[in-house]
C-alpha cells in the first residue's frame, strides 16, 4: 500500500518561516475536512466520473479480448495522442512495459524471458514536429504496425493531423487492409473518429464522456496502449481499486490523498511554496512525473474561482529525476529561491538489483561502494538529498511505493488524481475544465483558415504581424 510520509514538511523540522505549524495544521483540518464527505457526495451525484473507472469491468474485458485477437500480429503500437491521450500511455510503457528491450532491438532484457510472443514495442506521437513523425514513419514498418488514435472529443487538431498522415501512409504501403491497423479510443457518440469508426467499422473504444482527458489513464486512452503492450491492465485496476477504498474515507486524517492536496495548498498560500517539485527515485517512473505535471497544472491553474472571482490559482509542477538530476537542479532547489516543496517518490524493494563488486577494496573511493546494491545508493541518494533540503529549510513529503508493479502503479495514479480533485476544491477552482488551452486552440485554428475563424484571424494579423521593427537579425 502506498504511504505518505509528511513529517518533512512541519514547522519542527524546516522552521516556521517554511512549515506548517501544529495549531495550523489542526485548524484547517477542522475547516476543510468535511471535504472529504462532499467529495463522496459529488461522486454519488455522478460529477466525478474518473473515479468509478477501477470498478468496470466490461471495458477492460473488451480490451483484453482485442489485445489477443491481435497477439503477434504487430512488432509496434503508435500511440496517436495528445496530452492525456498520450501521457498516460507513456507513463504506464514506461514504468510497466519493456521499453528498454524495444530500443535494443527486442533481443534482450525483460521481454525476451516472456513466455509467448513479445509485445509489440509502443511509441508516442504526442507532437506535430514533423521530424519526429518522419523519422518514425521511416523506421517502423506500416504493414507491422497498430495505430491507436486517441482523442476525447474525435476532433483535436493535432491528434487528428497526425492520424492523416499516418493513414496515408497505410494506405500506400497496405493497401485494402489498412482498416485492421487501426484502432480508436474516443466519444461514445460523437466526433469525427466516432464518424469515421462507424462508417469503416473501425475497432473503437469509448472513453466516458464525463471522464477529462488528463484523468483518462485508467479509461480506453491508458488501457489499450497498456494490454498491447503485455501489461496486466487487471492487476493495474485492482491497485486502483485497493486505492479508491483509501481515498474514500470520510475522516480527513485518515485519507492520503486529501492530507497530501492540504499540505501543496498550505504550503502554497501561506507559506510561498508556489511550486512543486516531483522528484520519482526510479527511472521507470519518470513519465508519471510528465504525467502528474500534466493533471496538476491543467486542473489547478485557473485565472477564475468557482465565484467567478479573480484568483490566478494554481502551484507551478517540476519535474525531476533521482539521482540524476542531484548533479543538475538540486543545486538551486537547496540554494536558490525558497518558493519550492518537493515530492519524492521511493521504491523500497526494486524489481531487480545489481550488486557492486567489491574491486579496489583498499581505494577509500570505492572500498565502501564494495558489496552494497544499485538500488541501496539510490535510496541512500533520495534521503541524503532529502536531508539536505530539510536542513536547508526546504520542505518535502514522500510518496512510498513497496515496489513497482501494476498494483502499485495503479494506487499512485489513482491517489494522484484524487489528490488533484481534492486540491480544486480547496483552491475553490473547477479542476475538471481547460479554458486557457481552448483560447489556444481557437486562435491555431483561425492562422489556419479553418471557417468560421475569419475575424480572429484578422485581428491575430493585425495585432501581432510580423513585430515590425521589433526583430533582431
Known amino acids: 500500500m502506498l504511504r505518505v510520509v509528511y513529517a518533512n514538511v512541519l514547522a519542527e523540522r524546516v522552521g516556521d518561516e517554511n512549515g ?25 451525484a455522478g460529477q466525478l ?47 510497466l512495459g519493456c521499453p528498454m ?28 514536429d514533423p521530424e519526429e513523425t518522419r523519422a518514425l514513419l521511416a523506421t517502423i514498418d506500416p504493414r507491422e504496425t497498430l495505430f491507436h488514435v486517441v482523442t476525447k472529443s474525435g476532433e483535436t487538431v493535432e491528434t487528428i493531423a497526425t492520424f492523416l498522415v499516418c493513414l496515408q501512409a497505410l494506405r500506400d504501403r497496405v493497401g485494402r487492409d489498412w482498416k485492421s491497423h487501426l ?140 539521482a540524476t538530476d542531484q548533479h543538475s537542479v538540486v543545486q538551486l532547489f537547496a540554494e536558490g529561491p525558497n518558493n519550492k516543496m518537493f515530492v519524492f517518490v521511493e521504491v523500497e524493494r526494486f524489481r531487480g538489483d545489481v550488486e557492486i563488486p567489491p574491486l579496489f577494496p583498499d581505494d577509500e573511493t570505492t572500498g565502501f561502494l564494495g558489496n552494497q546494491t544499485l538500488g541501496r545508493l539510490l535510496n541512500a541518494e533520495k534521503r541524503g538529498t ?36 481534492f486540491a480544486g476544491m480547496l483552491y475553490g477552482v473547477n479542476a475538471f475544465d481547460q479554458p486557457g488551452v481552448e483560447a489556444g486552440k481557437k486562435a491555431a485554428f483561425a492562422l489556419l483558415g479553418r471557417k468560421g475563424y475569419g475575424d480572429l484571424r484578422r485581428t491575430i494579423e493585425r495585432r501581432f504581424g510580423e513585430g515590425g521593427r521589433h526583430v533582431v537579425d
Open 101 to 128: 528491450s524495444c530500443r535494443a532491438g527486442r533481443t534482450g532484457g525483460g521481454a525476451a524471458k516472456r513466455p509467448g510472443p513479445l509485445p509489440p514495442c509502443l511509441h508516442v506521437l504526442d507532437n506535430v
Open 386 to 421: 532529502e536531508v539536505a533540503l530539510t536542513d536547508a529549510g526546504r520542505p518535502s513529503y514522500t510518496l512510498r511505493l513497496s515496489t513497482i508493479s501494476p498494483e502499485t502503479v495503479g494506487e499512485l495514479l489513482y491517489f494522484l488524481e484524487v489528490q488533484t480533485a
Open 183 to 322: 484502432v480508436f479510443s474516443t466519444d461514445p457518440e460523437k466526433g469525427f473518429l466516432r464518424r469515421l469508426a462507424r462508417k469503416e467499422k473501425i475497432e473503437a473504444f469509448a472513453i466516458p464522456p464525463g471522464v477529462g482527458g488528463r484523468f483518462s489513464v485508467l479509461s480506453p486512452a491508458g488501457l489499450v496502449p497498456a494490454a498491447l503492450a503485455g501489461i496486466d491492465i487487471r492487476r493495474l485496476l485492482a491497485g486502483a481499486d485497493r486505492m479508491e477504498s483509501v481515498c474514500s474515507r470520510t475522516r480527513a486524517e485518515d485519507n492520503p490523498a486529501f492530507v497530501a492536496a492540504l499540505i501543496h495548498y498550505l504550503l502554497d498560500t501561506k507559506r510561498g511554496k508556489t511550486m512543486a517539485v516531483f522528484m520519482p527515485y526510479a527511472r521507470s517512473l519518470r513519465d508519471i512525473a510528465d504525467w502528474f505535471v500534466q493533471l496538476w497544472a491543467e486542473s489547478l491553474g485557473k485565472r477564475l474561482s468557482l465565484a467567478d472571482k479573480v484568483v490566478h490559482a494554481g502551484q507551478t509542477p517540476i519535474r525531476a529525476l533521482g
Open 49 to 95: 466520473a474518473f473515479m468509478d473507472l477501477p470498478n468496470d469491468q466490461a471495458t477492460p474485458a473488451a480490451i483484453e479480448a482485442f489485445a489477443g485477437r491481435v497477439q503477434g500480429r504487430f512488432r509496434h503500437v503508435v500511440q496517436i495522442g495528445i496530452g492525456g491521450s498520450a501521457l498516460g500511455a507513456s507513463a504506464l510503457y514506461t514504468a
Open 20 to 44: 506548517i505549524r501544529a495549531r495550523e495544521w489542526r485548524d484547517a483540518m477542522a475547516a476543510h475536512g468535511g471535504l472529504c464527505k462532499t467529495l463522496r457526495a459529488q461522486r454519488q
